[in-house]
C-alpha cells in the first residue's frame, strides 16, 4: 500500500509499505478521504513527528477484513478513525495520564502504526466508530474536527440564551458556530478577517460578523452582546491578538473556551481583566460521547460540513508534500487526501 512516510525535517516521501497480517481484534480499513488536521500542520512546522511515522486521524473508510475474533464491525461497514470507546485501561495515553506534555510528549511518535495518510489502516475493532448511511464518507472525516468543537461546546459552560462570540471561521470556528447553536446559544457573533469566511460563516447561523480588522473591533463586540460582553467566548484563531481580545470582550464572570491553541509563548497581561473574574479553559479534541452526538448531529442537518469544505483542496496522497508546505503558507488551504 502507499502511505505518508515523515522522513524528518518537514520531508514527505510517498512509499510503498507492506501490509502486515491482522490480530484476531483488529480490521482493515480501507481508506476514503483523510483531512490533513492543524495539529498535523503544527506538528510538521515545529518537526515534533517521529521520522518514520504515517500521520493523518481525520479520515473515512470501508472496513475490508476482519480478525477471527471481531464483533463489533463486519466487512463492508463505513467507519471514521476514531470515536469508538476504549476497553477499561486502553485509549489514548493523552486522555489517561494525568501529567501529559502535548508538545513535547506528542502523539506523532508511533513508527508502528500506520495512520491515515494511507490506502490503508490497521485499528483494533473498538476504535473506529460505525457511522450511518445518512453521513457521507466525506461527512465522516469531518467527524473528529466536530467533535473536537462539540466537546469544547459541552465544557463551555454555555446556557439556552446565552451570547456567544466565536474568533476565527475557520473550519473549527464554522463547526463550533453550528454546535453553539444547537446548544441554545441566542445571538453567534463572529470575528473574522476572511469575507468568504464570513459570508458561510453568516449562512451556517451567525447573527452578526465582523471584520476582525476593525479598529474599534473591541466596543464592535461588546456592542453587538446586549453592550456587556459575550456569556461564552470560543477562541478558535490562536493568533497572538486574539486570546488578548477574548479577555478584553468576555462578560464579567464570563467563560473562554480555547479551541484552537498557540504553540508558542502568548504574552498576556491579567491585571486588566481581574475584576471581571472570566474563567478560561482548555479542550483536548473529542471523547466517545462527542463523536457520537456529533454523528447525530450530522444525521439531523444540524451541522452541515459541505458549506464549510468550500475552500478545501482535494488532493492526491502524491501531492502530500506540496499540501503540507502550502498550508504554512499565509493564503494555506485545507486539504482533504482523496482515495481512489
Request: charged share 25%; glycine share 8%.
Amino acid at each position: 500500500m502507499k502511505a505518508a512516510v515523515y522522513k524528518g525535517k518537514q520531508k514527505f516521501s510517498v512509499e510503498d509499505l507492506p501490509l502486515r497480517e491482522l490480530e484476531n481484534d483488529e480490521v482493515l480499513i480501507k481508506i476514503r478521504y483523510s483531512a490533513i488536521c492543524g495539529t498535523d500542520i503544527h506538528a510538521f512546522q515545529y518537526d515534533l513527528i517521529s521520522v518514520g511515522h504515517v500521520p493523518g486521524h481525520e479520515y473515512s473508510g470501508t472496513v475490508e477484513k476482519v480478525g477471527s475474533s471481531v464483533k463489533l464491525l463486519k466487512v463492508g461497514d463505513r467507519v471514521t478513525g476514531g470515536g469508538g470507546t476504549p476497553p477499561p485501561g486502553l485509549g489514548s495515553p493523552a486522555r489517561n495520564l494525568n501529567q501529559f506534555n502535548f508538545k513535547e510528549d506528542g502523539v506523532y511518535t508511533d513508527i508502528k502504526k500506520t495512520r491515515g495518510l494511507a490506502e490503508y489502516t490497521i485499528s483494533r475493532e473498538w476504535e473506529p466508530l460505525k457511522i450511518s448511511d445518512k453521513i457521507s464518507h466525506l461527512q465522516s472525516a469531518m467527524l473528529e474536527p466536530c467533535s473536537t468543537a462539540v466537546r469544547a461546546v459541552r465544557l463551555s459552560n454555555i446556557k439556552i440564551g446565552d451570547n456567544v462570540l466565536v474568533i476565527g471561521a475557520g473550519h473549527i470556528g464554522m463547526l463550533c458556530i453550528q454546535a453553539a447553536k444547537a446548544a441554545g446559544a441566542s445571538k453567534i457573533v463572529v470575528s473574522e478577517p476572511s469575507l468568504k469566511r464570513r459570508e458561510v460563516a453568516k449562512s451556517l447561523g451567525a447573527d452578526v460578523v465582523i471584520d476582525s480588522s476593525d479598529p474599534d473591533i473591541t466596543q464592535t463586540i461588546i456592542s453587538s452582546t446586549d453592550s456587556i460582553g459575550p456569556d461564552v467566548v470560543f477562541e478558535c484563531a490562536a493568533a497572538l491578538p486574539t486570546l488578548d481580545l477574548a479577555f478584553d470582550v468576555v462578560r464579567k464572570k464570563g467563560n473562554i473556551m480555547l479551541v484552537a491553541l498557540s504553540w508558542e509563548a502568548v504574552p498576556l497581561v491579567p491585571i486588566k481583566w481581574v475584576t471581571k473574574e472570566p474563567v478560561m479553559a482548555l479542550t483536548y479534541a473529542g471523547e466517545p460521547r462527542d463523536w457520537q452526538i456529533s454523528a447525530s448531529l450530522m444525521a439531523e442537518g444540524k451541522i452541515d460540513c459541505s458549506t464549510i469544505l468550500g475552500d478545501t483542496e482535494f488532493i492526491k496522497l502524491e501531492n502530500i508534500q506540496e499540501a503540507f508546505d502550502n498550508a504554512l503558507k499565509p493564503e494555506g488551504f485545507q486539504a482533504i487526501v482523496e482515495f481512489e
